[in-house]
Nanobody
């Protein structure tokens, strides 16, 4: 499966963005999907993940209550709504997929990755 992440941009603190992760090549419905981010000079970190059905979601503590992950399997797309953005949310955001009934939270568990999309939050 090929993944393409888009929707990043420059936004002021307190603003919002919606990231999309579009899949092609195979049906997306059997894949758990995660979002990760990597700030300049830092390691990649987990942000959120969603099960194949959308019934289970997980969030990093740093984004809980501000970010929402969702999916539309009919459109082969997973979304990450970013609200109440903070300067520390600035990073390149990546989506990843893994064909599993579970919900991996570790980047090493995901087999497929999209290119990143830059999110920059100004103070």
């Amino acid at each position: 499966v090929q993944l393409q992440a888009f929707g990043g941009g420059l936004v002021q603190a307190g603003g919002f963005l919606r990231l999309s992760c579009a899949a092609s090549g195979r049906t997306f419905a059997n894949f758990a999907v995660g979002w990760f981010r990597q700030a300049s000079g830092k390691e990649r970190e987990f942000v959120a993940a969603i099960s194949w059905s959308g019934g289970r979601t997980y969030y990093a503590d740093s984004v809980k209550g501000r970010f929402t992950i969702s999916r539309d399997n009919a459109k082969n797309t997973v979304y990450l709504q970013l609200n109440s953005l903070k300067p520390e949310d600035t990073a390149v955001y990546y989506c990843a997929a893994d064909k599993t009934p579970g919900v991996p939270l570790s980047s090493s568990s995901f087999d497929y990755w999209g290119q990143g999309t830059q999110v920059t939050v100004s103070s």
